[in-house]
Nanobody, 126 residues
Framework: VQLQASGGGLVQAGGSLRLSCAAS????????MGWFRQGPGKEREFVAT????????NYADSVKGRFTILRDDAKNTVYLQMNSLKPEDTAVYYC????????????????????WGQGTLVTVSS
């Protein structure tokens, strides 16, 4: 499956952005999806994940209550709605996919994901 992330940009602190991750080549409904990010001088970190059928979601503590991960399998697209953005949210955001069973728990380790998009840059100014 090929993933294409988009929607990044420059936003002021307190603002919102919606990232999209469009999949092609395979039906997204068979995959669990995740968003990860890598800030300047930092290692890549988990942001959010959503299971097949959107039954389960999981978020990093740093984004809980501010970010929402959504999926629209009919459009083969996953979204990350980001509200109340902070300068520390500045990073390149990556979407990722892993084949999953309906019963699978959410996975936060980036090593468990098989497919990755190219990343989209989010810059939050103070």
């Amino acid at each position: 499956v090929q993933l294409q992330a988009s929607g990044g940009g420059l936003v002021q602190a307190g603002g919102s952005l919606r990232l999209s991750c469009a999949a092609s080549g395979r039906t997204l409904s068979n995959y669990a999806m995740g968003w990860f990010r890598q800030g300047p001088g930092k290692e890549r970190e988990f942001v959010a994940t959503i299971s097949r059928g959107a039954v389960r979601t999981n978020y990093a503590d740093s984004v809980k209550g501010r970010f929402t991960i959504l999926r629209d399998d009919a459009k083969n697209t996953v979204y990350l709605q980001m509200n109340s953005l902070k300068p520390e949210d500045t990073a390149v955001y990556y979407c990722a996919a892993r084949p999953a069973r309906w019963s699978d728990a959410t996975i936060v380790s980036d090593g468990e994901y098989d497919y990755w998009g190219q990343g989209t840059l989010v810059t939050v100014s103070s």
